[in-house]
């Protein structure tokens, strides 16, 4: 029988001590994002039969009488976040599970308004049917794949900017990383969103 206990971060930490953990699902960044955005946080470890599987960040965000929970919540510079899995017989339908038990505690606590984002390529999770898949954006292109199968993937629009660009003579080029092309292309990202929110830090 599944069960589901909010957490502390302090109390998450030792359950994951010895993981390896991508950046996102970190303790520490779920800290920075909480005191950075002013989100408070309790980490969901869901258990079965009082065996403990997985966690998942929450963070909080109350807009009057509105609570919007995410893992994680949108402008937290945060794209993902995902389970952490507690043991290693964790199979995809056992998430399926977790996702709709968590969910259901989440509305029976109040939530009007949940975001989840993970790097599952599910679009849908069973029991909720009542959510909207949006396909995460990104000025991250993964180049292991080959020229043709990067073109048949991408959006109808991001095809037509790159045509006009190909139009106006525009060429692309693979460089070796160095200290100055990250600020040639920070100051390019800053001279485009001119007149809106700065850019995201480049370090």
Known sequence: MLNISLISI???KNLVRDKVLGLYQEPFWWEIVENGFDKSCKVALISDMNNDKVLLPLFFHKIGPIL???SPLQGT???YMGFIHLCDDISLSDEDSYWSY?????HKMGAHWI???TTSEKKVIKGCSN???KTPETIVL???NNEDFLWQNMQGRS???VRKAEKFGLKASILKSSDTDVELFYSMRSEERRGGKECRSRW
């Open 159 to 161: 095809r037509n900017l």
């Open 68 to 70: 919007r929970i995410g």
């Open 10 to 12: 302090d109390l998450a």
């Open 115 to 117: 975001e989840i984002s």
């Open 131 to 133: 959510f909207v898949y």
């Open 102 to 106: 968590l969910i259901t505690y989440l």
């Open 77 to 79: 510079f945060t794209p």
């Open 142 to 144: 993964n180049t292991n």
